[in-house]
């Protein structure tokens, strides 16, 4: 609100409070602390710039605590990731991770799967492949989550909707990075079998249809 009132400096000490402190108060604002939090910081640094400003120290801060050990590795990790996100910056994201590789390795595994949107982005194929699952076990996971979260009843029809289309869009996005990988170190007939496989192991009809009509468009 302060932001949309052109209180900027108030609304940056806002979205700094928010960013360091809430989960000192509540673990349940971790996913809106990494996405709607920061897009509305992101939107109030395209008008302001001392906001952009704040927005890189914290992650410039935040990358340095992670590659000293001075914190949870997955949380920091996680921080980084979505802010370069948030900032268009992906290629840091994986400047990043090869620097944790070298210096702590075990650590780093812990935070391949938040890394491997940038790894991938980057090209780097052969990295991204190391940390995959099978391509079976990778899909009968992805799969599983999608039927459990689409299994939920007694929804008024717009919500039920609008999560149908959520967690389809998720589930593609994840689909899709695997057939990136698959298709990027050369392993056509691997990637041929998981599209077909990323669609029929969808259980209900109407989201079968929809994943099977984003992959393939996708895939044209």
């Known amino acids: ?4 009132e052109g209180r900027h400096e108030q609304a940056l000490a806002d979205y700094l409070w928010f960013h360091k402190n809430a989960l000192k108060h509540k673990r349940a ?5 990494l996405s709607f939090a920061l897009g509305y910081w992101k939107e109030l640094s395209d008008v302001y710039p001392p906001a952009a400003a704040a927005m890189k120290t914290v992650r410039d801060e935040t990358a340095a605590a992670l590659l000293k050990a001075d914190g949870n590795t997955r949380t920091l990790f ?10 268009g910056r992906s290629p840091e994201t994986y400047g990043l991770f090869l620097s944790l ?5 075990d650590q780093a595994k ?8 940038s790894i991938i982005e980057a090209g ?3 990295l991204a492949k190391k940390f995959l699952p099978h391509p079976e076990d990778y899909l009968l996971y992805k799969s599983e989550r999608l039927n459990e979260n689409l299994e939920r009843k007694d929804l008024p029809r ?5 999560e149908l ?3 389809v869009h998720i589930y593609c996005e994840d689909v899709k990075l695997l057939l990136r990988v698959l298709g990027g170190v050369g392993e056509k007939a691997w990637r041929c079998a998981a599209l077909e496989w990323a669609i029929a192991l969808v259980g209900p009809r109407k989201a079968r249809s929809m994943v099977a009509l984003q992959l393939t468009l996708d895939d044209a």
């Not at 604002?29 to 602390?33: A, F, H, I, P, T």
């Not at 996680?78 to 900032?87: F, G, N, Q, S, W």
């Open 158 to 162: 717009r919500r039920a909707l609008a």
């Open 124 to 126: 780097d194929y052969q």
């Open 110 to 117: 812990k935070c391949a799967d938040l890394a491997l949107p």
């Open 1 to 4: 609100m302060n932001a949309s």
């Open 29 to 33: 604002y971790y996913g809106v602390r």
């Open 165 to 167: 289309d959520a967690f």
């Open 78 to 87: 996680h921080d980084v990731a979505a802010i370069d996100h948030e900032l």
């Open 101 to 105: 590789m070298k210096k702590n390795p």
